[in-house]
Every structure is written in structure tokens, then in C-alpha cells.
């Protein structure tokens, strides 16, 4: 089984700190993502690892610009 992935890079500033976000389209291949786009943040010591899913990279990069926003 193969899955073809498109990467599409988001920079986001909040304050001091830079992120580049990646945000992966699915071209092709089977999946059970809810949405066509996805981004993946990895695990730290204050947080679990999380996926966030959207119908377009924009709106992926929207939530998990709101969810770091809003991170202590």
C-alpha cells in the first residue's frame, strides 16, 4: 500500500519564536484521516503529541496556530 503526500510550509511568529508549520495534503492512498489535510505536532514536556485535520492546509494551520496562541 503507498500514500502520496504533498507538504505545504506555513512560518508562524507568536512573540519571540518562529514555527515552521508542515502541513501534509493527501494526494492518494488509503487513509482514515477525517480530512484531506493534516499537521502533527510532536509530544514537549508541557504537552501530549496532537493531529490536527481540515477540508484545506489553511484551515489546519488556522487551528493549530489558535491552539499554540492560546498555549501557557
Known amino acids: 500500500m503507498f500514500r502520496l503526500i504533498r507538504e505545504h510550509r506555513y512560518i508562524l511568529s507568536l512573540g519571540l ?14 487513509t482514515s ?3 484531506k489535510f493534516r499537521i502533527r505536532l510532536p509530544a514537549s514536556m508541557r504537552s ?8 484545506t492546509g489553511n484551515q ?10 492560546e498555549a501557557p
Open 60 to 69: 489546519v494551520a488556522r487551528k493549530i496556530t489558535a491552539f499554540l496562541s
Open 48 to 55: 501530549e503529541a496532537k493531529t490536527f485535520y481540515g477540508a
Open 17 to 30: 519564536d518562529t514555527h515552521v508549520l508542515r502541513v501534509e495534503e493527501l494526494i492518494a492512498g488509503p
Open 33 to 35: 484521516w477525517p480530512g
